[in-house]
């Protein structure tokens, strides 16, 4: 494979797109009264000073190497706990959960894991698997293909904007399990090149309900650290004139980020994947035992 494939974009993927995207629904969206449109999770005001916070994703194309290694019950998981914890981003307390299947032909067994994989999360977060919807679409999906998504729906009385934050807080960092569930069109393309097996490849995205609650009331901001990478998705949050510095060498990544980073140069290891930091919190300070990546200038 040429240097050219090693990238997002080479592999199928533009981030540059997907922002273009956003941007042109943008005034779309916001006709309609929706508000937090960009954020982790969108807004709606229920006029007693509460706010519906609601998030809506997908597993992407890790279905494709898990449905491979016999791994879809942590795509399930993969779904629950990433829609949860952009929705607990805005500091909600996460309700319910929907999810979408979608195959050529659907397979008891395959949608059986998925589901079961998502009910697994739901029971550790209270969140309900309220239901949803399978769909067998022979012509849109290839023979063997399948997709799963879902919407996660909470509840928040003083919704966390980041318009808070100051130069000079800390931006506290916390461990994932791995790649979780976003970069895997590019991790495809390396496997073509050298395979790996470790867990950490197809481990399911860790849920971050009790560290967000853990720091309510201290807390300026959270950002989930999906497609994007770290200072991607900290950007989210950050008030204008504000940027992030992160201290790259503060933690130890996982095994796998060190077989990607063989294959991809650093610059787009850190624009695509979370790189060991699954979820981060901006706060004043820290306190004894918290894991400080960077400051806010």
Known sequence: ???????????????????????????????????????????????????????????????????????????????????????????????????????????????????????????????????????????????????????????????????????????????SAGVHANGFTLVRRVLAEEDYDGDDLLAPTRLYLDDVRRLRGRARAFAHVTGGGILGNLERVLPAGRTAEIDWDSWERPPVFGWLARHVAEDELRRVFNLGIGFCAVVPEAEPGELVIGRIA
């Open 1 to 175: 494979m040429g240097e050219d494939g090693r990238t997002y974009d080479a592999a199928g993927v533009s981030l540059a797109t997907a922002n273009a995207v956003v941007e042109r629904l943008r005034a779309a969206v916001e006709s309609t009264g929706a508000g937090g449109f960009g954020q982790f999770a969108a807004l709606h005001p229920l006029g007693d000073g509460r706010f519906l916070a609601a998030s809506t994703d997908g597993v992407g194309t890790k279905l494709i190497l898990a449905r491979e290694r016999g791994a879809l019950r942590a795509c399930g998981a993969d779904l629950a706990a990433h829609c949860i914890n952009d929705v607990i981003t805005c500091g909600a307390d996460p309700l319910v959960l929907l999810d979408y299947v979608a195959a050529a032909q659907v397979e008891l067994e395959q949608v059986a894991e998925l589901v079961e994989g998502a009910a697994d999360v739901c029971r550790e977060a209270g969140v309900a698997l309220i239901g949803g919807e399978t769909a067998e679409l022979p012509g849109i999906y290839r023979d063997g293909e399948l997709d799963f998504a879902g919407t996660c729906v909470g509840i928040v009385d003083e919704p966390l904007d980041g318009t808070a934050i100051e130069a000079g807080d800390v931006v506290l960092g916390f461990p």
